[in-house]
């Protein structure tokens, strides 16, 4: 299995963050990146919240959380020319270096791989946002 890490994205990382955005099958709802300067602009402003995903060392996607109307939202974007658990292995360590909860995520009711690949991580499906279908990683117990 490849090793999966999460890095600051720097300048360097953005040619090959932003093609594997664009070629993810993601829909980032509440993000529009029409194009490389959107993208630039967004990863600017975002600054820390927003890492590189990588695999064995090369950038494969991107992944944020977020403050969205009030919520902390996941949002993960990895080339489908990664290995078959990057995402996975992304979405986890995400949440584990995000402590606040709950965590949601949008998504499109046709992505199955997302809904498998947040399922296994321990969201459930929370309701609707417009046609996307909404996930919550709820707080746990201790």
Known sequence: MAHIDLRDLTTDDRDAAYTAFRASASSWPHVGLDDRAAF????????????????DGLVVGVAAVLDVAGDREILIAVSPDAGDDAATEALRLLTVHEAERPLYACISPDDDPSHAMLA???????????????????PTLE
């Open 40 to 55: 630039d602009a967004w990863a600017d402003v975002h600054g820390d919240d927003v890492r590189a995903v990588a695999e």
């Open 120 to 138: 296994r991580i321990g969201f459930v499906e929370h309701g609707r946002d417009g046609a996307d279908i909404v996930y919550v990683l709820p």
